[in-house]
């Protein structure tokens, strides 16, 4: 049995652990239940959970049975890790709709039939009728407050105000943590390095309370070569869901990418073998856009299907000097005397209209093979057709159709 933590190492999954070389023996000799967790906050999964669900697929390829835990009570109160402000809690209505649409998402990474079949379990199960004073004793009781002050999921939060609420989250993925091991026997913890002062706090209660081994791993974050998060578009998150990111927005994303990100995003984003991905990228010239289109597709195939991969492959090249009838087309309720601007924002291109007004005087922003020049211009003044090709610099181009 191919050990999963090598596969991990060599793609780039492997950001922090605990007890590596003993986890490394029980990867090579046991198939181990491991878990990630997802806080239902939306009803949709975004890019930023992708690498741990990449990271799982991998793990259960090699033998190791995979539990998605949906944090259906975790999400009720909301984790701190990462944000500077408290975050919206949700009724119970909208968490139960968004694990449902979650678990949708994840039948297309994961298997849930087989021996190491993966399962999805809801930490609601057993946190929403938690007797609080039989946990403060079961488990509070393993914590020090002036240990957790010091993570770092806490610290921004502590200049603005943490809440008892949020100050609770800690304990309760930590107790997550226990409760797989003893209904699952689970012994490893996996998610985003955000989370490493949660997940080693579970790791740790395991190993206090239980005697028993358990462990930890997080992988890195998607980010920009700057440094911010990988993800944002002019609509806001990348989302896996169709309804809320289309594929062809997802797919041009991609293949928009940085070059200097293309080699990563293939380790970590696809299944595409490693020499083959080192051939890919080896130039450092205009080639490396055949790498990107490698990755554009093999990311969108696997979030949405090999067909909207196709589709959303010709619409790119449609683009780009093919045929106006493959392009992505979008309908805006508009006329000719409608502003440019407010058809930028209704047909996707930009965020706001003021993001609008910049590109077009900028000089980013033509309309079929006419430059707009003027941020107040109405349509009218440079088209009287129904149906026109709206671009946007040269990477964003989309058939406009006026309903």
Request: proline share 2%; hydrophobic share 40%.
């Amino acid at each position: 049995m191919t050990n999963a933590l090598d596969i991990l190492r060599e793609r780039g999954y492997v950001g922090q652990t605990v007890y590596e070389e003993d986890l490394y023996k029980v990867l090579g000799s046991e198939k181990v239940p491991f878990y990630v967790g997802f806080d239902p906050t939306a009803d949709s999964l975004h890019i930023g959970h992708y690498i741990p669900i990449m990271a799982m697929a991998h793990m259960q390829r090699c033998g190791h049975k995979p539990i998605v835990l949906v944090g259906g009570g975790t999400g009720m109160i909301g984790d701190p890790s990462g944000r500077s402000d408290l975050r919206s809690m949700l009724t119970k209505e909208q968490v139960e709709h968004n694990v449902a649409s979650i678990k949708k998402q994840m039948e297309r990474f994961l298997s849930f039939e087989g021996e190491n079949a993966a399962v999805i379990v809801n930490n609601a199960d057993w946190l929403l009728d938690l007797n609080y004073i039989e946990f403060l004793r079961d488990v509070g009781v393993y914590f020090s407050v002036n240990k957790m002050l010091t993570a770092e999921c806490f610290k921004i939060r502590l200049e603005k105000g943490l809440t008892f609420l949020e100050f609770n989250y800690m304990l309760m993925q930590a107790y997550d943590f226990l409760m797989l091991y003893k209904k699952f026997g689970c012994l490893l913890e996996m998610g985003g390095n955000d989370q490493w002062s949660n997940i080693l706090a579970g790791a740790d209660l395991i190993r206090r309370k239980e005697r028993k081994d358990a462990f930890a791993i997080t992988c890195p974050l998607l980010l920009n070569s700057d440094g911010t998060k990988m993800g944002k578009t002019a609509k806001g998150a990348l989302w896996l869901s169709a309804d809320r990111t289309t594929p062809y927005e997802f797919y041009q994303y991609f293949r928009n990418v940085e070059d200097v990100k293309t080699e990563e995003c293939l380790r970590l984003l696809t299944f595409v073998p490693l020499d083959e991905i080192k051939e890919l990228t080896k130039y450092g010239d205009e080639r490396i856009n055949a790498a990107k289109e490698r990755l554009a597709y093999e990311v969108t195939k696997l979030v949405h299907g090999e067909e909207a991969a196709d589709k959303a492959r010709a619409q790119a090249k449609a683009a780009f000097g093919g045929n106006a009838e493959d392009m992505p087309t979008v309908t805006v309720a508009a006329d000719g005397s409608t502003p440019v601007t407010d058809i930028l924002v209704a047909a996707g291109a930009c965020g706001s209209k003021s993001e609008a007004r910049r590109l077009i005087e900028g000089g980013g922003v033509k309309i079929g093979e006419d430059k707009v020049a003027g941020v107040t211009d109405a349509l009218s003044a440079y088209t009287s057709e129904r149906e026109f090709v709206l671009h946007k610099g040269k990477k964003f181009h989309v058939r406009v159709l006026l309903g």
